[in-house]
């Protein structure tokens, strides 16, 4: 069970989820949580993991290719009998060094096809079914890492500038013409199996320590799985009326008192203050964390 003081178990009850890239990492937080809630979870990727929640339907499959993202879709629907909530956090990054220069064509292509084109693909797919589902909603995972940064990791970088580009232009499409509500949760640093690696290959690359990325960040510390994925099913509530785009990104939130970390919410969206105010109680379920919720419009 999540830790909360709420009962939980029931908040997602009825509720049906596809999860890609749900075998480790944030992707297996998110759905845990979600099974926690009540949910019943399908998880994609291409092998299974230790973090693989065991209640969870595994169906392996390649999201790099269209017609492995049609089949994966098509088999999440059929066991699942619908669909009411996707979550597109499939994604793969690779440090190139010594710079942008060194990024070849197929890695551009991969890193494409794995981080964009998958979530664009699978999103098509599972719409049909979506736009017949009751308070439907589309989750994008996307990074910090669409800011300026090194050129190592350009490709990876611009892969989620478009994800980022397209998931508002999707809300804006789906919200008044099917209520399909569309959003982003953008983490900063996360421990991470993938994210780990490389963290300390630029940590190598740079002649520090591994624990010197976390000293980078305001926090003092890396995210944690369950921190996204709290963040994350706040937005598959069916009180959030409108279309919102949400960033939770450790880096930019000032340190909190000794000991303690922050956990920043930052709402865009006309009235979704209302909506996620009195939801004040379900955030605070983030143990040992001082919130902030900023609201705009």
Same mark, same amino acid.
């Given at each position: 069970?999540?830790?909360s003081?709420?009962?939980?178990?029931?908040?997602?009850?009825?509720?049906?989820?596809l999860?890609?890239?749900?075998?480790?990492?944030?992707?297996a937080a998110?759905?845990?949580?979600? %099974?926690?809630?009540?949910?019943?979870?399908?998880? $994609?990727?291409?092998s299974?993991?230790e973090?693989t929640?065991?209640?969870?339907t595994?169906?392996?499959?390649d999201i790099?290719?269209?017609?492995g993202c049609k089949?994966?879709?098509?088999?999440?629907?059929?066991v699942l009998g619908g669909?009411d909530i %996707? $979550?597109n956090?499939?994604?793969?990054?690779k %440090?190139?060094l010594?710079?942008s220069?060194?990024i070849?064509?197929?890695?551009?292509?991969e890193?494409?096809?794995?981080?964009f084109?998958?979530?664009?693909?699978?999103?098509n797919?599972? %719409?049909p079914?979506?736009?017949?589902?009751?308070?439907?909603?589309?989750?994008?995972?996307?990074?910090?890492?669409d800011?300026?940064?090194?050129?190592?990791?350009v490709?990876?970088?611009?892969?989620?500038a478009a994800?980022?580009?397209?998931?508002?232009?999707?809300?804006?499409?789906?919200?008044?013409?099917?209520?399909i509500r569309?959003?982003?949760?953008?983490?900063?640093?996360?421990e991470?199996?993938?994210g780990?690696?490389?963290?300390?290959?630029?940590?190598t690359?740079?002649?520090?320590?591994?624990?010197?990325a976390?000293?980078?960040v305001?926090?003092?510390?890396?995210?944690?799985?369950?921190?996204?994925?709290?963040a994350?099913?706040?937005?598959?509530?069916?009180?959030v009326q409108?279309p919102?785009?949400?960033?939770f990104?450790?880096e930019?939130?000032?340190?909190?008192e000794?000991?303690?970390?922050? $956990?920043?919410?930052?709402v865009?969206?006309h009235?979704?203050?209302?909506?996620?105010?009195?939801?004040?109680?379900?955030?605070?379920?983030?143990?040992?964390?001082?919130?902030a919720?900023?609201v705009?419009?």
């Amino acid at each position: 069970m999540s830790n909360s003081v709420l009962d939980l178990s029931k908040e997602f009850a009825g509720r049906r989820v596809l999860v890609t890239g749900g075998s480790r990492g944030i992707g297996a937080a998110i759905a845990q949580r979600l %099974l926690d809630g009540g949910a019943s979870v399908v998880v $994609v990727a291409r092998s299974r993991h230790e973090q693989t929640p065991a209640r969870a339907t595994f169906i392996k499959g390649d999201i790099r290719t269209p017609d492995g993202c049609k089949k994966l879709v098509e088999e999440s629907i059929k066991v699942l009998g619908g669909l009411d909530i %996707l $979550v597109n956090n499939a994604a793969a990054a690779k %440090l190139i060094l010594p710079n942008s220069e060194a990024i070849t064509d197929a890695d551009w292509e991969e890193t494409i096809a794995s981080n964009f084109l998958s979530a664009v693909r699978i999103t098509n797919a599972a %719409l049909p079914t979506l736009k017949q589902a009751k308070d439907p909603s589309i989750l994008m995972i996307s990074s910090g890492s669409d800011l300026p940064g090194n050129g190592p990791l350009v490709h990876y970088g611009a892969s989620k500038a478009a994800l980022n580009y397209y998931t508002k232009a999707l809300a804006k499409e789906l919200g008044a013409a099917n209520k399909i509500r569309v959003n982003t949760v953008t983490p900063g640093g996360v421990e991470t199996p993938g994210g780990d690696i490389i963290r300390n290959e630029i940590m190598t690359a740079m002649g520090a320590p591994p624990e010197a990325a976390a000293a980078m960040v305001p926090l003092g510390r890396l995210g944690l799985p369950s921190d996204i994925a709290e963040a994350s099913v706040e937005i598959h509530h069916a009180v959030v009326q409108r279309p919102l785009h949400f960033a939770f990104a450790f880096e930019h939130v000032e340190r909190g008192e000794q000991g303690r970390g922050a $956990v920043a919410l930052v709402v865009m969206g006309h009235g979704s203050g209302a909506a996620l105010l009195h939801r004040k109680a379900r955030l605070g379920a983030v143990q040992s964390l001082d919130l902030a919720l900023l609201v705009y419009g």
